[in-house]
């Protein structure tokens, strides 16, 4: 189930392996110069790299629901044969 989740998930998925939720890296602000950067590029590449970080956190926030109702399904559907497996006899 851990595979299905991380596959379908991405990184959220990875909640079942590491038992806490993944938190992408910060950015690094040092690592982009702001003071020799006449044509405002790095400032541009800083800008995306918040925002592909952001979009990353939003994007776990949507799936969470989801990826919690996939597991909930799936082990119901796990319990369910189970239970209807000893109800006929079988182990």
């Given amino acids: ?3 299905v989740c991380m596959e379908k998930y991405k990184n959220l998925g990875r909640l079942i392996v590491d038992e806490a939720y ?3 890296l910060e950015v690094d602000d040092s ?3 702001m003071k020799n950067d006449p044509y405002e590029i790095n400032k541009g590449r ?3 790299a918040h925002k592909r970080r952001g979009k990353e956190l939003d994007d ?3 799936d969470c629901t989801s990826m ?3 597991i909930i399904s799936s082990i119901a559907r796990k319990v ?3 239970f209807r497996d000893r109800r006929n006899g079988r182990s």
Avoid: I, N, T
């Fill in 60 to 62: 776990m926030r949507v």
């Fill in 68 to 70: 919690f109702a996939f």
């Fill in 1 to 3: 189930m851990s595979l």
């Fill in 80 to 82: 369910l044969m189970k």
């Fill in 31 to 33: 690592l982009y110069d």
């Fill in 46 to 48: 800083l800008r995306e």
């Fill in 22 to 24: 993944y938190k992408p």
